[in-house]
């Protein structure tokens, strides 16, 4: 379908007036053909791909930016899971090869590369094993470069022995960097059910089905979404779900317009649109806001999971209808630091790390950008890394934990992240152990689910 006259000027007022962005245009890169049995030629061979393939993305994204007038906020690559190309590599090339990835995004002025991943949701591999223990060393001693694990999906149940390892992943990860309040674990996220296509952070990587080369994006309008829910302060649920429904279609119109420039003008394929609400912390670009004005008093109380499933369908739906190409999370992200309506709910006391938890059950992704105190135990941080999974497991969705345990901190303080990082309450968590479940290990069993054959 051509765009309209009339689309161009509603996409203008929503970039000049309410907070419209490309969050992100992502090149997907393979590194499939990167391994070696010489562990220098890996290294030169990563190198040297990511940045043939990327060397113009975002010199041709800020040309594309400028043409148009829509901000694109980030310029990301997502690379194979790297634990699939390390052999047998040792603890410290493995971190070495974080440093040669980090100086690509440094040379392509890129703002992260996410792909340092592993997927261990049914085993371990000894390679796995290696890429795990030199992770928390890779996350501290990298700027660009972020990581993830699969620990489970609807298929295969929930490995609980990688469950347990994540909690301490996390909790030295932390630590190593509590200079910068645990920042590491900012750019690391566990996943049951990961999408191979996803172009967010810091959860993306280029999965085995994918092609050479794809570039994919993320469109982002929370203020948007607010803006056009003013108009329609008294009307019913469903008109509610309609007018979501076709802000979403226009935002996606907009986001796949400039994808499948830059791709064009890059000469790659184009992938997909992830129509994701990413909130920021700028004034009015809130999901829960957008809760709010639907007609809660505060994002949090009695009413919220109803409201955030009402929204999280109706920009699906919306977005289907713009496109054949939607891939990724594709919902409503709600991550607490980088959302000033839930920054708001947490200190009043309307949102609880539990509320946030059932929230996950019906919004797009799972427990995002949450500080914690820094002395919370790693098997703690496991119990909620494996409540996660169970939903998504159940749920056969993609579910997801970003949690900092930001050291020398306790509860109620604010963190400071800074940048689209933002600043996050510190979050109380319950005093009650999960020690004993965790340390069992082995394998929570797929569910019924799986057997959908």
Do not use: W
Request: net charge negative; charged share 25%.
């Amino acid at each position: 379908m051509g765009i309209q006259i009339t689309e161009m000027l509603e996409t203008i007022r929503m970039v000049q007036m309410e907070h419209l962005d490309i969050r992100t245009v992502t090149m997907g890169i393979s590194l499939q053909d990167c391994a070696s049995d010489d562990f220098e030629k890996v290294k030169e061979n990563v190198y040297r791909k990511i940045t043939t393939y990327a060397k113009n993305l975002t010199e041709e994204a800020e040309k594309v930016e400028r043409e148009f007038g829509i901000p694109i906020v980030n310029k990301r690559i997502s690379i194979t899971p790297i634990a699939n190309i390390i052999g047998k590599a040792t603890e410290e090339q493995v971190i070495e090869l974080a440093k040669v990835i980090d100086r690509c995004a440094e040379e392509l002025r890129v703002d992260f590369i996410g792909g340092f991943s592993a997927l261990v949701h049914k085993g371990m591999t000894k390679s796995d094993e290696t890429y795990l223990n030199a992770l928390p060393r890779a996350l501290a001693e990298t700027k660009y470069v972020c990581g993830s694990v699969s620990i489970g999906s609807t298929r295969a149940g929930i490995n609980l022995d990688a469950v347990k390892k994540m909690g301490e992943i996390v909790k030295d990860a932390a630590e190593l960097t509590k200079d910068t309040q645990g920042l590491a674990c900012a750019k690391f996220v566990v996943f049951c059910n990961p999408v191979e296509d996803n172009p967010f952070m810091a959860g993306a990587f280029h999965g085995t089905g994918e092609g050479e080369v794809t570039l994919s994006v993320g469109v982002s309008g929370p203020g948007v979404v607010l803006n056009a829910l003013k108009r329609y302060p008294d009307v019913s649920i469903d008109k509610v779900s309609e007018v979501i429904k076709q802000t979403a279609f226009k935002i996606t119109r907009a986001g796949e317009l400039i994808g499948r420039v830059v791709a064009e003008r890059l000469n790659v394929p184009f992938g997909i649109v992830d129509l994701s609400l990413a909130p920021t912390n700028a004034m009015n670009d809130s999901v829960a806001e957008i809760l709010e004005e639907i007609g809660l008093e505060k994002c949090g109380t009695h009413g919220t999971i109803a409201a955030l499933a009402l929204m999280n369908d109706a920009v699906k739906k919306g977005g289907a209808m713009a496109t054949s190409f939607v891939g990724g999370l594709s919902g409503a992200f709600i991550p607490v630091s980088e959302d000033n309506g839930m920054i708001s709910s947490v200190e009043q006391g309307a949102l609880s790390l539990a509320k946030l938890e059932a929230m996950t059950c019906v919004c797009s992704v799972g427990l995002d950008m949450i500080a914690l105190p820094g002395d919370t135990p790693a098997e703690t941080i496991a119990g909620i890394i494996a409540d996660e999974a169970a939903i998504g497991m159940i749920n056969k969705k993609t579910t997801a934990v970003r949690v900092i345990p930001v050291p020398g901190k306790s509860c109620g303080e604010m963190v400071e992240f800074g940048g689209l990082l933002g600043r996050a309450p510190v979050m109380e968590v319950l005093p009650f152990s999960s020690k004993r479940m965790i340390n069992r290990g082995g394998r929570i069993p797929a569910p019924l689910q799986s057997m959908i054959n």
